[in-house]
Each structure stands twice: as structure tokens, then as C-alpha cells.
């Protein structure tokens, strides 16, 4: 059998982080969001080991790439050294703040249950799934979530489908880790709950007002485009701008498309990677 699945990005509409655990992992607060940019996964057995392919040559293709520790998981659950090949085509920037990686490992999860038949619920995957990533078991589930804890924690949210967003990287690759190591914490701006009343009642323009992303206050200084992205979607008509996660992708969400595709014209002049795409 061999399968074809989409896998998708996220944004984060908002990412506040609580506290450094003793064991090194930060607590968070986030909404996040799927968004329908997509790399496109074609996976299938394979007689010699694991094989995986990129058409993007900054992606690991060996035992670093979280689709290899999806098998590695999967494949010590079941007690078996079946191997697959994984060929990936690669929409979501690298080390973008968009969750590129951890949802190829999340589709992977997915497809192998799939294939091979083994039967998990979904709760069982993300129990495996953050073993791996703490974005995850979020890429697992889709959708619109609270997330908390290190992101193992998710409450589902209603549904913040069909908004229109314009992102743009500007080809800066950030790790996760490095952005967590530069983190001051201390003072909070917790809007969570008056975001969840926004998305309660389906209202852009006021979750817009209010999203907040703690990392871009030591991220922004060290990388000033990210910044200058942000202002550029604010002064060409996005209702809100915010980075997402780690960055260094930024996301602004429209209501007028005219206003969204002129932004995204402009920003084409300047940033290397720019789509549109749709909330799912």
C-alpha cells in the first residue's frame, strides 16, 4: 500500500509562555491554528530500511528528520523493522515557526496506523506523537486548539475556518530551541481569555486587536525584518499581524482580499517566501 496524504501548517494566534519546567521544557499557552499551506507526503513500504526523499535541500533526509522517529516509534510499538520510504514535497518553509516538520511527523503517524493496520486512536498517536515534538500531538489533532502544558494539553476550540492569511518568511531560519534559550521570563500579557471570547463568537477584528506572541520581543531585535514585515501587512490593510511561533514567519489576517493580494504584490519584492492561504 502505498499512501498519499496532505500535511499541513499552523499559525499560532497567540503564544504566551508560563514558566521553565525543572526538567528544561517550557510551559505555554497558545492558540493554534491549521492553516491549508501543505507539503505533500507520499509514503510506502520499503525492503531496505527507511528512505526519505525532500525536494528541499535544507530538510534532513536521515535519522534527524522527525518523519524517521515516527517509523522509529511506530516501529517499536509493533516490534517490527518493516521499513518505509517517504517522499516529501515541500510547500511550509524550514525552521519557520509554521510546524513543518512536526506535521510531517504527524502525517506519518497517521499514515503508518493506516497502512499497517494497527488500529490507535488518535489520543494513543499524540501520546506517541510528544514523545517526538510538543507540536505534535496539535498537528494530529487540526483544527483550532488551546494548547497548554509543554502542548500536550488541548482543548479543542470552535471552529476558526475560512479566514484569509497572508505569510510571509523572510528566509530566516530560527530554531525552536535558540528562541526558548533567549526567552526573558517575568512579566505577562495574558490575553488568552479574551481571545477565546473573540473566537467564541466567531469576531476578527477583535481577536485581531489582541494576539501577542512573547518571542517576538527578544526574536524582532535580533532579526529587525520580521518587524518590518509586520508593519508592512498593518500598513497595507491586514486587520492584525503577529510572528508565529518561533518565527520567522509572520502572518497577517484580512478580511478584504483586495487589500490582501496588494500586500502580498508588495511583499513579493522584498520577502523570498509569500502565500495566501485559508484558516481550516
Not at 503517524?109 to 490507535?120: E, P, T, V
Amino acid at each position: 500500500m502505498k499512501l498519499q496524504l496532505d500535511s499541513h501548517a499552523k499559525i499560532n494566534l497567540s503564544l504566551d509562555v508560563v514558566r521553565k519546567r525543572e526538567d528544561g521544557y517550557h510551559e505555554i499557552k497558545s492558540i493554534m491554528q491549521q492553516i491549508d499551506l501543505r507539503d505533500l507526503l507520499s509514503i510506502g513500504e520499503n525492503k531496505n530500511g527507511v528512505i526519505i526523499t525532500c525536494d528541499n535541500e535544507q530538510v534532513p533526509v536521515g535519522d534527524s528528520n522527525l518523519v524517521y522517529k515516527a517509523w522509529e516509534e511506530i516501529s517499536k510499538l509493533l516490534k517490527t523493522n518493516i521499513g518505509i520510504r517517504v517522499d516529501i514535497k515541500k510547500k511550509i518553509p524550514v525552521a519557520a515557526g509554521l510546524a513543518g516538520g512536526s506535521t510531517n511527523c504527524a502525517t506519518t503517524l497517521k499514515a503508518l496506523n493506516r497502512m499497517w493496520d494497527i488500529g490507535l486512536s488518535e489520543q494513543e498517536l499524540m501520546e506517541i506523537g510528544i514523545k517526538i515534538g510538543a507540536d505534535v500531538p496539535y498537528c494530529l489533532m487540526g483544527g483550532t486548539a488551546l494548547a497548554e502544558g509543554i502542548g500536550e494539553k488541548l482543548t479543542k476550540l470552535r471552529s476558526f475556518k475560512d479566514k484569509s492569511v497572508l505569510i510571509a518568511n523572510p528566509g530566516i531560519q530560527i530554531s525552536t530551541a535558540y528562541a526558548y534559550s533567549k526567552l526573558k521570563l517575568g512579566y505577562r500579557v495574558d490575553t488568552i481569555k479574551e481571545l477565546l471570547e473573540c473566537m467564541e463568537n466567531d469576531d476578527i477584528q477583535c481577536l485581531s486587536k489582541r494576539m501577542y506572541n512573547v518571542m517576538e520581543d527578544t526574536i524582532i531585535p535580533e532579526h529587525p525584518q520580521i518587524g518590518k514585515i509586520k508593519e508592512m501587512m498593518l500598513e497595507n490593510g491586514a486587520l492584525g499581524s503577529l510572528m508565529s511561533g518561533s518565527g520567522a514567519s509572520v502572518f497577517g489576517l484580512y478580511e478584504d482580499l483586495d487589500y490582501l493580494k496588494f500586500a502580498e504584490k508588495k511583499l513579493r519584492e522584498q520577502v523570498p517566501f509569500v502565500f495566501s492561504a485559508k484558516t481550516i
